[in-house]
């Protein structure tokens, strides 16, 4: 004979409503499918991306860096969680209670998780995987044949700077012929309403 018959009914009542849940959303979806209106134009098959329309191909470049820290963010988030299941075992009194020895273990087992954890964000770290931008100093290695001190010269040479105002002086004549040249704008329909 079974034991524990209680676990059967707890494993039953999740297969129901994981029964219940792919039933469900089965439903909706069938019912969206045969209830919705189906009137296809080429603007409602158009891609639709945050309100702008797409430009170019899909086959652009992407940065990698996006699922490098991504991944460092999922990796070191998802093995975290597991702390928190642990942490309510571990504070359970029957359980110590039952073995003095469970405490311990418990103890030392998260300690090397978060160890490997810690190992594992130091090695990450020391790569560079955390930094978004990388510089890479690089000097040219290019040969356009100009000698260097021409880029010197044009460098370090003084250059003259315009004042950008000196241009755009307007004097008062010219701004009252400009006025008075410009003929008045009327209202081109005037509503007439008729008295009773």
């Known amino acids: 004979m079974d034991d524990h018959p209680g676990q059967l009914s707890e494993y039953g009542s999740i297969l129901l409503m994981g029964i219940i849940g792919i039933i469900l959303v089965c439903a909706t979806i069938g019912l969206a499918k045969f209830i919705s209106p189906k009137h296809p134009n080429p603007i409602k098959q158009s891609t639709y991306e945050c309100g702008e329309e797409t430009v170019g191909t899909s086959w652009v470049q992407f940065n ?32 110590i209670a039952a073995d003095s020895r469970w405490g311990w273990f418990t103890l030392i087992e998260m300690a090397i998780f978060l160890g490997i954890l810690i190992i594992g964000l130091v090695y990450v770290w020391r790569r560079g995987d955390l930094n978004w931008i ?14 260097f001190s021409v880029y010197d010269t044009l460098n370090n040479r003084e250059y003259q700077i315009k004042d950008y105002r000196v241009a755009g002086v307007v004097t008062e004549s010219t701004s009252e012929q400009k006025t008075t040249d410009t003929p008045k704008t009327s209202v081109g329909f005037k509503p007439r309403f008729k008295k009773t």
Do not use: C
């Not at 990388?134 to 000698?147: A, E, F, G, N, S």
């Open 64 to 95: 990698p860096r996006f699922y490098v820290i991504a991944l460092i963010f999922l990796l070191f988030d998802v093995e975290l969680i597991f702390v928190f299941p642990w942490a309510t075992v571990f504070g359970n009194r029957d359980l």
């Open 134 to 147: 990388k510089p890479i100093h690089q000097k040219p290695t290019i040969d356009v044949k100009i000698p």
